[in-house]
């Protein structure tokens, strides 16, 4: 195996993958250790670990399915043996993979009699099932059955409330949460006087991703909220009524930039610049394409209350995206000049 370095003080910390093994598609495991660590930075590291694992990363599940003869979630249709509350606990059982930001739309279309299993799911590019054998439903009779779908991407527990429910549309409870489970345990000895750490972390996925890769986003994560921290205190930072307030320079609205006059040209321009191209931190990324912010005139038409109602979207998220601007501002002036 391959082991990765960080210095830390005197000491050189490696980590390496001790087991990965694939039980079966929906149960992976990959068991890891982080040493030399120092007395009681091994129960630091596991805790913020462990609630990074289950917590920040981010899962696809199918959130809603909808279907015009369906009358309500208990009742049962003919030429189907499962019963409608049934086929909706099946599609929650559902494993998916995929890099997409927002909602999407998928759809089951089967003429029976057969099975239907995941594998009949017409899913966007950008979703993959990790095991089409789940089972759906059985047909018994040669009718047909349509069912339109909502895919997600998210993180953590998303419960159904009843207010959701809408005429032939029913939410489904989402799990966003790939890691199953994650555990780590310390193992202690003495090096010459000094006595020392040894962090030994396992980590059980759905197949959606493998340890290694929950391992990795959840260190991102970790690190991406400790990065304020890192940067001189925000003088004009103010709390009123739990929400953060900042004075957006001119140029974040085209009626005061003073390349107004160029206003259309402009637009055209930024309408096919995308915040991929960007060098935008992970987070920042991640926050802006969650709510289907894909281009910078995406972007310049949410005002600074649309950008700090979005989730995890903070301060130091918006300075990198004025900074980011301040550039591509300065740079259409001197073209313009």
Same mark, same amino acid.
């Given at each position: 195996?391959?082991?990765?370095?960080?210095?830390?003080s005197t000491?050189t910390?490696?980590?390496?993958?001790?087991?990965?093994r694939a039980?079966?598609k929906?149960?992976?495991?990959?068991?890891f250790?982080?040493?030399?660590?120092?007395k009681g930075?091994?129960d630091?590291?596991g805790i913020?670990m462990?609630?990074a694992?289950?917590?920040?990363?981010?899962?696809?599940?199918?959130t809603?399915?909808k279907?015009e003869?369906i009358p309500?979630?208990?009742?049962?249709? @003919?030429?189907i043996q499962?019963?409608?509350?049934? #086929?909706l606990?099946n599609?929650k059982? /559902?494993? &998916?993979?995929?890099n =997409?930001y927002?909602?999407r739309?998928a759809?089951?279309?089967v003429?029976?009699?057969g099975?239907?299993?995941?594998?009949?799911?017409i899913?966007p590019?950008? @979703?993959?099932?990790?095991?089409?054998?789940?089972h #759906?439903?059985?047909l018994t009779e040669? /009718?047909? &059955?349509?069912?339109? =779908?909502?895919?997600?991407r998210?993180?953590g527990?998303?419960?159904?409330?009843?207010?959701n429910?809408?005429?032939g549309?029913?939410?489904?409870d989402?799990?966003?949460?790939?890691?199953r489970n994650?555990?780590?345990?310390?193992?202690?000895?003495?090096?010459?006087?000094?006595k020392?750490?040894?962090?030994f972390?396992?980590?059980?996925?759905?197949?959606?991703?493998?340890?290694?890769?929950?391992?990795y986003?959840?260190s991102?994560n970790?690190?991406?909220?400790?990065?304020?921290?890192?940067h001189?205190?925000?003088?004009n930072?103010?709390?009123?009524?739990?929400?953060?307030?900042?004075t957006?320079?001119?140029?974040?609205t085209?009626?005061d930039?003073?390349l107004?006059?160029?206003?259309?040209?402009?637009?055209a321009?930024?309408?096919?610049?995308?915040i991929?191209?960007?060098?935008l931190?992970?987070?920042?990324?991640?926050?802006?394409k969650?709510?289907n912010?894909?281009?910078?005139?995406?972007?310049?038409n949410?005002?600074e209350k649309?950008l700090?109602?979005?989730?995890?979207?903070?301060?130091?998220?918006?300075?990198?995206i004025l900074?980011?601007?301040?550039?591509i501002?300065?740079?259409?002036?001197?073209?313009?000049a």
């Open positions: 195996m391959v082991r990765d370095k960080v210095t830390v000491q910390l490696q980590w390496k993958c001790l087991e990965s039980d079966n929906r149960l992976h495991y990959g068991r250790i982080l040493s030399p660590l120092m930075q091994a630091t590291i913020a462990r609630r694992l289950l917590g920040e990363i981010e899962g696809t599940c199918i809603r399915a279907s003869k309500h979630e208990y009742s049962t249709i @003919v030429g499962e019963s409608v509350h049934e #086929i606990m599609l059982e /559902i494993v &998916l993979r995929s =997409l927002g909602t739309d759809s089951i279309c003429k029976g009699p099975y239907v299993t995941a594998q009949d799911i899913l590019p950008s @979703v993959e099932i990790i095991d089409k054998t789940q #759906i439903a059985n040669p /009718i047909n &059955l349509c069912i339109g =779908l909502q895919i997600e998210n993180r527990y998303h419960i159904k409330t009843p207010n429910f809408q005429d549309s029913y939410p489904i989402a799990v966003f949460m790939p890691v994650a555990n780590y345990s310390i193992h202690s000895y003495v090096n010459g006087n000094e020392q750490e040894i962090l972390l396992e980590i059980w996925t759905n197949g959606s991703l493998t340890p290694k890769e929950a391992l986003e959840a991102r970790l690190i991406d909220l400790f990065i304020p921290f890192l001189p205190e925000q003088e930072l103010n709390l009123e009524n739990n929400q953060h307030k900042v957006l320079p001119p140029f974040f085209f009626h930039s003073k107004s006059k160029n206003k259309k040209d402009i637009k321009l930024m309408e096919y610049i995308f991929d191209q960007l060098e931190p992970p987070r920042t990324y991640n926050c802006l969650r709510s912010i894909h281009t910078l005139w995406d972007l310049l949410k005002s649309d700090m109602k979005i989730e995890h979207f903070c301060i130091e998220d918006l300075k990198h900074d980011v601007f301040e550039k501002l300065d740079t259409l002036e001197i073209e313009n």
